[in-house]
């Protein structure tokens, strides 16, 4: 029987990222994910001081250290998240920081508004939890200015028969952590819709970056 992957609906995601809120770092551990990988991604975006970037499932806030260096201090970062329990991480980390040019919102990203145009915006690591991917993408490239950069940071199945072979303990495993659907190729969803075109792997093909810039 081919192995195949259920959509759980929103809310069911939610109430999973509620709980595992104290454990993203572990997740991170246990799935392998490569050193440095967040900056790299936040790299890839090609951002300058002063602009304004958006972060498509921010979760706990891990990757808000790197967007907020990149724009500096008269940049604009932006979250958005709908699971409470990760912004509530998220927020004390901003706190923490004193950081007053991050603003963090609760809601579906297909729903979500930005109070500005925005110069770039990132998927971390969420665009495969979310069963209505297309719709968030439609609105993040609505949300992009003319020229905006788009990048997708994510892992995926390695190539051949290596992830064939995994497929099927990839599916156990996401069902009982994080929910992120190991048969959706983003790559092949953004390359249409963007120009200049990038995508990047890493760890033998089991992570990677893509990119693009969205057409005037």
Same mark, same amino acid.
């Given at each position: ?52 970037? !958006?972060?498509? +499932?921010? /979760?706990t806030?891990?990757? #808000? =250290? &790197?967007?907020?260096e990149?724009?500096?201090? @008269? ?7 709908f ?73 995926? !199945?390695?190539? +051949?028969? /290596?992830?064939?072979?995994? #497929? =099927? &303990? ?6 009982? @952590? ?8 983003p ?30």
């Open positions: 029987m081919a192995v195949q992957w259920a959509d759980y609906d929103l809310d069911d995601i939610r109430h999973r990222y509620d709980r595992i809120a104290s454990l993203i770092v572990p997740f991170e551990w246990l799935l392998f994910m490569p050193t440095a990988f967040r900056r790299t991604a936040v790299a890839r975006i090609g951002l300058q001081g002063g602009e304004r970037v !958006l972060e498509i +499932g921010c /979760g806030g891990r990757n #808000l =250290p &790197f967007l907020r990149a724009v500096g201090p @008269t940049g604009t970062v932006y979250g958005v998240d699971s409470a329990g990760m912004l509530a991480r998220a927020r004390a980390g901003v706190a923490s920081h004193g950081w007053d040019n991050v603003v963090l919102t609760e809601c579906d990203a297909a729903e979500y508004r930005a109070p500005e145009p925005l110069d770039a915006v990132m998927f971390g690591l969420s665009y495969n939890t979310m069963p209505h991917h297309r719709a968030v993408l439609a609105r993040a490239l609505d949300l992009l200015k003319p020229g905006g950069r788009i990048v997708i940071m994510d892992a995926k !199945l390695p190539p +051949g028969i /290596g992830g064939r072979m995994v #497929l =099927p &303990f990839s599916i156990w495993l996401m069902k009982h @952590t994080v929910l992120g659907n190991p048969c959706i190729r790559w092949e969803h953004l390359e249409p819709l963007v120009d200049d075109f990038q995508m990047e792997e890493y760890l033998f093909g089991s992570y990677y970056v893509c990119r693009g810039v969205k057409r005037g």
